[in-house]
């Protein structure tokens, strides 16, 4: 009986001297062998710190005091005084990017389930995060700024109850006794940090403080307020730490810890604390130069990848096709950058013209500052290219006054640049035809220069030069004008470009209908010839002012040399001549042009003279023989084939109305011209 009593006078002493509220107080320097109720992440670590979160992310971390804490008097129900203090460190792999907090947590409970990481630190949710039911209070240490807790910036200390938007909070902070002023701290600085809680339960006054490792306690806390939590704690209350890893590496280490209740918490023995591994704070360092150095490395690597980009870019805007066979042509080869200069990189501003066989651009060429026309000539095959260019470099070699100098080439992919001398008054059709164009209307003389020049230039390139050289595109479009009005023969063998790539023999013709020959119709094959009925053409042309073929005229007038034939045949040619002219004209001449213009038009090759015969019939060495000894027929007849609109064919019918009598048989006619050419 009395070993019962005295087993219940035990109990119940001991059981009131539990109520008794003895005062809390321990003090941990480092928790080597300290019991402490943990979850999530948080571990004691081999030298004794308190990890609460390790680079695991979006995770959290708990650390209790395992044993449940009365603060509020029992009997007032008041608030009870407490005071903590711990030394910390966080450690993040970048400094630069800050994580979320940690916080020192008074809470009811030491599980907090349906809690979240990041940046509801493992102590709320999305649903309970406010309420009052929480009877959290929590004084967190935060790097991040989040907007939607009312954060002040992303290094704070702030007092939290029941919810993260901070009833107080301070930019980290402490005041420096020595210098006596507000000294700025990094919680993320990778340096131990110490923090001093205390609450004064009668002036219901909460003083936090925040200081460096090593640093004496600051007199000014940097959190000094009355505060009154007797809203926020329940009996019991448990004390603790509570952290969340987020998005990038972080670990938060408490290095110390000691709490009291109802007085001052001891101090803790800063030289008896453990170190966060060397390793990790070198590593931090070491890793925030690496990062650096790394970050520095990849925006280095992404500029010079720009640059070469840039350059890559430019080389390949500017490439150009170099073969071996092409060496041979060096001095005629043109750099494209110095085209694309010289041209401002082929605006339309710069073109001169565009034709069947490409766009011609105005260009000065950077170096030489000289003035020059650049074609481009845009073709896709490939194949007999090297010919073409043996033909073109050799056509750069030609030297005639009379002959618009090829200064050189640029091949490029799919594109062949040629360079011309530059013609300031362009091509003789714009003189002749172009009524819009203001262009001096050419008197007969000048008219009749042009034509002795032209037939020069196609001597030069039919006899007198090392090759014989067709040009095979003889027009008024092709002849330029220099300053002089000097006429200058240009574009050569650009229509071939069209014949390669296919069997010479079979190729399809290319060039302008009207100057086209019609055994270069049938045959494709470019001989003297072909320039010279072309040459006829232009005769017409100059004389009469009017193109080869024009649709839009009357059906009788549409051919020029039908009509001019037919004002022959009526003995009236002087009629066909251009009206621009008037009467001011040399009727010989004139009529020389004419009846040359239809002699050269003859369809029979061998009928048409050789340039050094028209020369001298130009020059009036030699008279034209009477041409009703030839049979003149009109070349349209063999080329209808090679009209191009739908209504050339229904107006060909008309032709054969066409009085033919002073046509002969060609065969007949073929031997007297020959003889006589001869
Ligand atoms: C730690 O505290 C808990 C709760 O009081 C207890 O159950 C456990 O045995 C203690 N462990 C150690 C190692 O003291
Ligand atoms: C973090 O801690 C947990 C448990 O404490 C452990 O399983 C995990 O491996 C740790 N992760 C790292 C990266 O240290
Ligand atoms: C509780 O309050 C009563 C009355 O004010 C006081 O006598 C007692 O010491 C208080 N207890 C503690 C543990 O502070
Ligand atoms: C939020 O937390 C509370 C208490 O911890 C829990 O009961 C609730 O289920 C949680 N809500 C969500 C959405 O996780
Ligand atoms: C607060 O939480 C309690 C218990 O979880 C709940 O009954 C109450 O509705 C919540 N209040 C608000 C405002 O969410
Ligand atoms: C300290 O930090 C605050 C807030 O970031 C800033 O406004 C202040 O200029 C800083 N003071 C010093 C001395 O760097
Ligand atoms: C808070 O700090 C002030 C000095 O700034 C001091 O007077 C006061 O006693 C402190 N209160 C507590 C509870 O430590």
């Known amino acids: ?230 809203q926020v704690m329940v009996d019991p209350m448990f004390v603790g730490f509570s952290s969340a890893s987020y998005v990038l590496p972080i670990s938060h280490y408490i290095l110390g810890w000691s709490f009291k209740m109802n007085g001052e918490a001891r101090d803790l023995t800063l030289s008896q604390l453990p170190k966060v591994p060397i390793t990790t704070r070198k590593r931090s360092h070491r890793l925030s130069i690496v990062v650096v150095s790394v970050m520095a490395s990849a925006i280095l690597l992404l500029i010079l990848i720009s640059i070469i980009q840039y350059i890559v870019k430019r080389k390949k805007k500017f490439a150009e096709v170099l073969e071996d066979w092409e060496l041979d042509y060096g001095p005629y080869r043109f750099k494209y950058k110095d085209l694309y200069i010289a041209t401002k990189g082929f605006k339309d501003k710069e073109l001169l013209g565009a034709g069947g066989f490409g766009r011609v651009y105005r260009g000065v060429l950077p170096t030489s500052k000289k003035e020059v026309a650049v074609k481009q000539v845009s073709h896709t095959s490939r194949q007999g290219e090297r010919e073409f260019i043996a033909e073109i470099t050799s056509i750069g070699k030609l030297r005639h006054r009379n002959i618009v100098t090829l200064l050189g080439y640029c091949r490029r992919k799919e594109e062949l640049l040629l360079v011309y001398e530059f013609m300031p008054n362009g091509s003789l059709d714009k003189f002749l035809f172009d009524q819009t164009q203001t262009k001096t209307n050419l008197n007969w003389c000048q008219r009749f220069q042009i034509i002795k020049s032209i037939a020069a230039a196609l001597l030069y390139l039919h006899e007198e030069w090392d090759q014989v050289v067709i040009h095979r595109d003889v027009k008024s479009s092709n002849i330029l004008l220099d300053e002089e009005l000097n006429a200058r023969l240009g574009d050569f063998g650009l229509a071939r470009l069209y014949d390669h790539g296919t069997d010479p023999q079979t190729t399809h013709v290319v060039g302008t209908l009207g100057y086209l020959a019609p055994e270069f119709c049938e045959t494709g094959k470019a001989h003297p010839p072909v320039d010279v009925f072309a040459f006829g053409a232009f005769l017409l042309e100059v004389a009469c002012g009017r193109r080869p073929i024009e649709g839009e005229a009357s059906e009788e007038c549409m051919v020029l040399v039908d009509w001019v034939i037919l004002c022959w045949s009526k003995g009236r040619i002087l009629d066909s001549v251009d009206p621009k002219l008037g009467l001011n004209y040399e009727e010989e001449e004139m009529e020389l042009v004419l009846k040359l213009g239809l002699l050269c038009s003859h369809s029979i090759p061998t009928a048409r003279p050789q340039m050094r015969q028209v020369m001298r019939y130009l020059k009036r060495e030699i008279s034209l023989p009477d041409l009703t000894m030839l049979g003149l027929r009109t070349a349209i007849d063999d080329c209808t084939s090679f009209l191009p609109s739908k209504g050339f064919h229904d107006v060909s019918s008309s032709w054969s109305s066409y009085p033919r009598s002073q046509m002969t048989d060609p065969s007949s006619v073929e031997e007297s011209v020959l003889s006589e050419g001869r």
């Open 1 to 230: 009986m009395f070993i019962q009593f005295l087993v219940w006078f035990l109990l119940l002493g001991s059981s009131s001297v539990a109520s008794q509220q003895q005062d809390v107080d321990f003090t941990y320097n480092g928790f080597r062998g300290v019991n402490l109720s943990m979850d999530g992440l948080a571990q004691i670590t081999d030298r004794g710190l308190l990890m609460l979160v390790n680079t695991t992310n979006q995770q959290v971390g708990h650390a209790f005091y395992p044993h449940p804490i009365h603060l509020r008097n029992s009997s007032t129900g008041n608030v009870l005084s407490f005071s903590t203090t711990f030394v910390f460190e966080f450690w993040q792999q970048n400094p630069r990017f800050a994580g979320p907090a940690m916080a020192f947590v008074i809470s009811p409970s030491k599980e907090f389930p349906g809690a979240v990481a990041g940046i509801y630190l493992g102590l709320f949710n999305r649903t309970n995060i406010g309420n009052s039911s929480n009877h959290v209070f929590a004084i967190e240490l935060d790097c991040l700024q989040n907007k939607q807790f009312n954060d002040i910036n992303g290094n704070h200390v702030g007092v939290d109850i029941n919810d993260l938007k901070s009833v107080k909070a301070a930019s980290a902070s402490y005041f420096s006794d020595q210098e006596n002023q507000q000294l700025n701290i990094s919680l993320n600085g990778g340096q131990p940090l110490q923090l001093w809680v205390e609450y004064n339960g009668e002036e219901k006054q909460i003083n936090v403080t925040l200081a460096p490792f090593n640093v004496h306690k600051p007199r000014i806390p940097l959190l000094s307020f009355e505060l009154d939590l007797s």
